[in-house]
Structures are given as C-alpha cells and as structure tokens.
C-alpha cells in the first residue's frame, strides 16, 4: 500500500484524479466561464519572488499566530468547501487533521456533514454563512452554531454560482437515486477503491446540506439550498452589520477586492475581512487575491495609525511555503 504521505498539494492532486470518479474530479476543479480568475489564482505567485537574509536569523522560530481570536500553529486556516461528500467522512475528516496540525476549520453551510459533527472533532470551528433565506432563518443558524460551539462566523459575499466553463461542466445529480447510479456506474466501475470506501460503511455520498436544514425540516439537497440563496434577496451593508449585529463573537466578511468595499467591511467593526475571489469560481475576471491585497491593506493604513488594526487575509490557492510567505510580507503595512 503506498504511503498516504504527500510531498506537496500537486502530489495530492494526482492522486486524486486517480482514485475519484471522473465526473467527482471534474466537479472539484476550480474554475468558470474561461477559467481567467482559476488559473490567475495560481499563476500570480509565480510572478512574486522575495530575497532571504543569509546570516544573523533567528535560531528558534515559530509559524504560531493568532486568527479571529484563535491560536493556531501557522498562519493558515481550512477554507470552508461546500459538499465534501467525495469521502466517507467528508467534513469530519478533514476537522480532525486539521485539529491534529494545530489549525482551525472553516466549515460550509453547505457542508455534507452537521456543525454539531464537525465541533466535535475540532474546537476551533468558523462557520460559514451566506445571505440566504429570511432574517429569521439565518438568526437560526447563528443560534445553532453558537450552541454547536463555533468560534466565529464567516459571512461568503463572493459566490455567483457562474456553472459555464469553456472546458465542460461534469453532470451532478440533485440526490444519489437510481438515474444517478445508471449514469455514473461507468465511471465509479474504474474506480473500485473509491467506491468500496464507501460500500464498507453501508452509505453512498449523500448531496444533502444538513446545515441549511431548518428547525424540524429535514435536510435539503445541495440545489435545494442552492434555490434558496439564489432567490434571496441581495444583502446591503446595513444587513452585513445587522447579521453582526447578533453574533457575539468574531466575524469575518469574505469576498472583498476593492479597497472601498474593505473600509465598509472594517467600519462596521469586523473582525477579519477576506480577499477572495472564491477560489475563481465566482465572475471570471475577478482578480487574484494576491493581487488585490497590497491595495486593500494599504487602504487600511488610516485605520492603522488611529490604534484600529483591521485583520486581512488573502483567501484560496496558496499551494506551498513560498506562497504563503509572498502573502504575509503583501500584508503587512509598507514602510
């Protein structure tokens, strides 16, 4: 059996083209309309070098850090990902590596396993939401996560759905019913190992959205969530700041790219604000996170000087070390 050790994202990726269906690697694959954003997302880091000390560096070092109030080993976070159904354990598994390594876990509202499953694993939980549903709704799920024991919340504003891609979009079925079964057997046949992970413990993925359910209703489907968010009425910054309004604790905006947009985020009292462009699945042409960073934390400078330090984070697509380091210095203030 090889080595479940991986050297680098790019190892990860290969492998999982191997082991998942073809149609359940293709749903996973970032991108839309032409794939400008997805492949920026990448490739602007490639553009971004930085030149080390040789001499005269610290002998201990540490990644630790502090991020919407909670510390964590190094300055990453798991991004909230919607439906992680491509394993048994979904959610709950990569909670646990995640709490093994020290790091906190975005989870999705639109997650394939409950908040309550997921904080029990990992006690460093942000749960995400978006503008979906009516006031009451949402309020039930700030109440729900708070008794689940969620540490902060997230509130996505970068998510358009846009399902065109130059290069095909794979067919994903609303349930796993009898059609979906017929129709993906060809392709789950040449993959035994994946799917015997999931015959072993007596349940196919299921497509279901348990923490869009509302009190007393059973679970929708992920389009059955999806309908709900999309005929909800777009949010002003008056109901960015009423949902803030009723959670306690910390609180994060993602999906900014404008400066203008960032000083709205940080005026309401935010705790975090994140540059997101949703891993370039929302419009394409959006800009690279990393691009639009140096301009939102420079706008912030203001703030800065008056005692008022905003958190910025740069979200999506940072595969390695360098990546991550090339953030950290567009983050911090310029001298």
């Not at 015997?196 to 389009?223: C, D, I, Q, R, V």
Request: hydrophobic share 40%; aromatic share 8%; charged share 25%.
């Amino acid at each position: 059996m090889a080595s479940k050790w991986f050297e680098s994202v790019a190892v990860a990726q290969r492998r999982a083209e191997k082991r998942l269906p073809k149609s359940v690697y293709a749903a996973l694959i970032a991108g839309s309309e032409k794939g400008l954003s997805s492949r920026d997302n990448l490739e602007s880091f490639d553009q971004l070098g930085f030149a080390p000390h040789v001499a005269g560096n610290k002998r201990e070092r540490t990644m630790a850090t502090t991020v919407m109030g909670q510390s964590v080993s190094m300055p990453v976070l798991i991004s909230p990902t919607g439906v992680q159904a491509v394993h048994p354990d979904g959610e709950v598994a990569v909670a646990k590596a995640a709490a093994n390594r020290g790091v906190a876990m975005g989870l999705s509202s639109f997650a394939s396993r409950s908040i309550e499953e997921v904080c029990a694993v990992n006690a460093q939980v942000l749960f995400q939401m978006y503008w979906s549903g009516d006031r009451d709704t949402m309020l039930s799920r700030l109440a729900r996560a708070r008794e689940a024991g969620a540490k902060g919340i997230i509130l996505t504003l970068d998510w358009s759905f846009a399902n065109g891609r130059d290069w095909g979009s794979p067919w994903i079925p609303d349930k796993i019913g009898l059609k979906a079964v017929v129709k993906l057997a060809p392709e789950v046949v040449m993959r035994p190992r994946w799917f015997w992970s999931f015959a072993k413990t007596g349940h196919m993925p299921g497509l279901l959205t348990p923490n869009m359910a509302k009190p007393g209703e059973k679970p929708p489907t992920f389009f059955g969530a999806y309908y709900e968010w999309m005929q909800s009425p777009l949010p002003d910054w008056d109901d960015v700041a009423w949902l803030h309004s009723n959670w306690d604790g910390a609180f994060m905006v993602k999906g900014v790219s404008r400066v203008d947009d960032a000083k709205r985020v940080v005026d309401l009292g935010a705790t975090a604000l994140s540059v997101s462009n949703h891993g370039g699945n929302n419009l394409d042409g959006t800009p690279a996170p990393i691009r639009a960073l140096p301009a939102v934390v420079d706008g912030q400078q203001p703030r800065r000087d008056a005692g008022t330090d905003p958190r910025v984070a740069g979200h999506r697509r940072r595969r390695r070390g360098p990546d991550r380091s090339s953030a950290r210095r567009r983050c911090s203030p310029r001298q």
